[in-house]
């Protein structure tokens, strides 16, 4: 005998599709908000919640960019034991793959109907997914960035021979992970496009964020001060969903592609 979902559940989603899709269909500029539980479905862990890395490790190391402030040749020659301490997510992020949540997002995007992802992953499933305005408000774990003039470079390749290393671009900057670490400021360039979006922005999704990280939850709150509307999309509340116009309680690589069909068919 197998479980059906009760006939409610099921419904009130099958509803909700079809406002979302309506929503954004009469939007002018959709940007898509993203957090870890777009990527839970890829097999990377989310942060938060009963699985989350930090339920599982405590508390992340809130000094960690004093820490390479301070001395950022040690920083550097750390960056082994600091892997091996979330061996896990070093495991997962290796292996991960988009989920039909990354591509529903890519085809919104191929379809004009979703102008830009503000994304808190570092994992670049966004750009193997095929989707291309994407700004990384944490950064993004396959690159390398000078913390004076913020020019990024693929960490592949980039000499490690001398550490500290050194800003080949502006010589005076120390190169550091593009992954922002707790205490870091967000990158100037990264922090002006995710403004500029979510002023323009009209209808704002929330896909799988616990939206209590800034200045990421504040984007959202902003959208719909001035007039945007909302589109959860997690199958958990979070503090921002009595804010939404419309709540999709279910995965996104479920919750998406729905969506995408209806808009397909308007
Ligand atoms: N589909 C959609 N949402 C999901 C799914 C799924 N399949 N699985 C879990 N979620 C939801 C959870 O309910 C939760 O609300 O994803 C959210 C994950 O929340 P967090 O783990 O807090 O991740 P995030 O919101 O991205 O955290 C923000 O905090 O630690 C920092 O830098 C880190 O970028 C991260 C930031
Ligand atoms: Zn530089």
Not at 87 to 116: D, I, K, S, W
């Given at each position: 005998m197998?479980?059906?979902?009760p006939?409610?559940e099921?419904?009130?989603?099958?509803?909700?599709?079809?406002?979302?899709?309506?929503?954004?269909?009469?939007?002018?500029?959709?940007?898509?908000?993203?957090?870890?539980?777009?990527?839970?479905?890829?097999?990377?862990?989310?942060?938060?919640?009963?699985?989350?890395?930090?339920?599982?490790?405590g508390e992340?190391?809130?000094r960690?960019y004093?820490?390479?402030?301070?001395?950022?040749?040690?920083w550097?020659?750390?960056?082994?034991?600091?892997?091996?301490?979330?061996?896990?997510?070093?495991?997962?992020?290796e292996?991960?793959?988009?989920?039909?949540?990354?591509?529903?997002?890519?085809?919104?995007?191929?379809?004009?109907?979703?102008?830009?992802?503000?994304?808190?992953?570092?994992?670049?499933?966004?750009?193997?997914?095929g989707?291309q305005?994407?700004t990384?408000?944490?950064?993004?774990?396959?690159?390398?960035?000078?913390?004076?003039?913020?020019?990024?470079?693929?960490?592949?390749?980039?000499?490690?021979?001398?550490?500290?290393?050194?800003?080949?671009?502006?010589?005076?900057?120390?190169?550091?992970?593009?992954?922002?670490?707790f205490?870091e400021?967000?990158?100037?360039?990264?922090?002006?496009?995710?403004?500029?979006?979510?002023?323009?922005?009209d209808?704002?999704?929330?896909?799988?964020?616990s939206?209590?990280?800034?200045p990421?939850?504040?984007?959202?709150?902003?959208?719909k001060?001035?007039?945007?509307?909302?589109?959860?999309?997690?199958p958990?509340?979070?503090?921002?969903?009595?804010?939404?116009?419309v709540?999709l309680?279910?995965?996104?690589?479920?919750?998406?592609?729905?969506?995408?069909?209806?808009?397909?068919?308007v």
């Amino acid at each position: 005998m197998t479980l059906r979902e009760p006939q409610g559940e099921q419904a009130a989603l099958e509803r909700a599709i079809e406002e979302a899709a309506r929503l954004i269909a009469a939007s002018r500029h959709v940007v898509a908000l993203v957090g870890a539980g777009l990527s839970a479905e890829s097999g990377v862990p989310t942060f938060r919640g009963p699985e989350g890395l930090w339920t599982k490790h405590g508390e992340p190391d809130l000094r960690d960019y004093e820490r390479f402030v301070e001395n950022p040749k040690r920083w550097w020659e750390m960056r082994q034991e600091r892997a091996s301490r979330f061996a896990e997510l070093a495991q997962a992020l290796e292996t991960a793959v988009p989920n039909a949540g990354h591509f529903a997002l890519r085809e919104l995007e191929e379809m004009g109907r979703l102008r830009h992802i503000i994304t808190q992953n570092i994992d670049n499933l966004h750009q193997i997914a095929g989707s291309q305005a994407i700004t990384e408000i944490h950064g993004n774990r396959t690159k390398l960035r000078c913390v004076v003039c913020n020019h990024r470079w693929p960490l592949d390749g980039f000499p490690l021979d001398e550490l500290p290393p050194k800003c080949p671009d502006c010589t005076s900057g120390i190169v550091k992970g593009d992954t922002v670490m707790f205490g870091e400021p967000i990158p100037r360039d990264a922090l002006d496009e995710c403004i500029n979006q979510s002023r323009i922005c009209d209808c704002m999704l929330l896909v799988g964020t616990s939206a209590v990280v800034y200045p990421a939850a504040q984007f959202p709150i902003d959208v719909k001060s001035s007039g945007g509307v909302l589109i959860e999309v997690n199958p958990n509340e979070t503090p921002l969903t009595e804010l939404c116009d419309v709540v999709l309680r279910a995965p996104a690589g479920e919750a998406l592609p729905p969506v995408v069909e209806k808009l397909r068919a308007v």
